[in-house]
């Protein structure tokens, strides 16, 4: 049996310490060996152990629900030996990065497991998609991850007045959250960014040409992440990585690169959507009505702001676009909420048509 010393020795590096060795007490017992999955493909992962890496078969751990599935960051207890060799157990899960997928029963979909930053990678050679930022950033509170937003090819916008105004507009949609102009080919903000991932695991996120797997390279100091230039035109790229690879980091901490995303849903994520928009959520317990939809609500205090230019008519639209598609998405599994939407939308509708009827009979 390999020995704790050894055990901690080797998995040190990529985030082993004692609550997660009591975690895997009762399967030592069994003669498993603990290690972390670096990488999955088709029901089968790579696990980094004492014993060195190993190829291992999830079939033992796989089932139905997506969101049961071995991934990437997990902890696992796997068989000592044997061909093939057998995932047995997963640790149960500090945090989790989840989407929902495309499938119409709204399943979600974990990118990623035991979490600590989320690291959002947004190109500056493309127009700022603020509201694709404010999407990013849900999913990373909602995991339990601490965000960091990462403008990466910083050496594109060569006018350092407006490089400042490109992060303090990012700053503005992302309070709480340090933002990083950076650039791998430069240098840049590199350090500022190891220092803030050097303790703990932190996924990289972001759409296909956003630089991530350069940004790997940069922070791990060679060329493990395959590159290909993203198109002029748009700034998009290929999706050049195309599973999701844990790293650990020379200077500490481990990193997990992950492929491009081009579709970013929500999965019952109210609470991230509310960390993102907080000044909202403050001002929403000044309304009248607890219920407001800060619409044409009298007493509505969001509404207030908005006039008053406190608040900007951009960040109320994206934040009610959000909740929309939450409760959306929830209410696909929720047949007491999908009714409550439903009489919701009946009544708005109502109020509208009479309104309407009300204005004509004005005119006439």
Known sequence: MTSSSAVYSALT????????ADAFAPYAHEGLLPGRVVRVDRGQCDVVTADGAVRADTAFVT??????????GDWVAVEAGGNPRYVRAYL??????????????????????????????????????????????????????????????????TDPVTLAHLVQDVEN????????????????????????????????????GAGKSTLANALIGEDVMDVRAARDVDGKGRHTTTTRNLLALPG??????????????LYDAESGVGQVFAEIEELAERCRFHDCAHESEP?????????????????LESYRKLIRENQWIVAKTDARLRAEIRRDWKRKGAEGRAAMQAKQGRWT
């Not at 590096?13 to 997660?20: A, F, L, R, S, T």
């Not at 089932?63 to 990437?72: A, I, K, L, N, S």
């Not at 340090?178 to 996924?203: K, Y």
């Open 173 to 208: 949609t992302a309070p709480g959250v340090p933002v990083v102009a950076a650039s791998a080919h430069c240098g840049d903000g590199l350090d500022i960014l190891r220092a803030l991932v050097g303790d703990g695991t932190s996924v990289l996120l972001g759409q296909s």
């Open 252 to 265: 500490g901490g481990v990193l997990i690169d992950t492929p491009g995303l081009r579709g970013v849903g």
């Open 299 to 315: 007493g509505c205090a969001v509404r207030a702001a908005v006039d008053g230019g406190e608040l900007p008519v951009r960040r």
């Open 63 to 72: 089932p139905h629900d997506p969101m049961r599935v071995v991934c990437t």
């Open 13 to 20: 590096p990529y985030g082993w310490d004692d609550d997660w």
């Open 92 to 157: 149960p899960r500090r945090t989790a990065f989840v989407r929902s997928t495309s499938s119409k029963r709204s399943d979600g979909q974990i990118l990623a497991a035991n979490v600590d930053h989320a690291v959002v990678a947004v190109s500056l050679a493309v127009e700022l998609d603020l509201g694709r930022v404010e999407r990013f950033l849900a999913l990373a509170w909602e995991s339990g991850a601490r965000p960091v937003v990462v403008l990466t090819k910083a050496d594109l916008v």
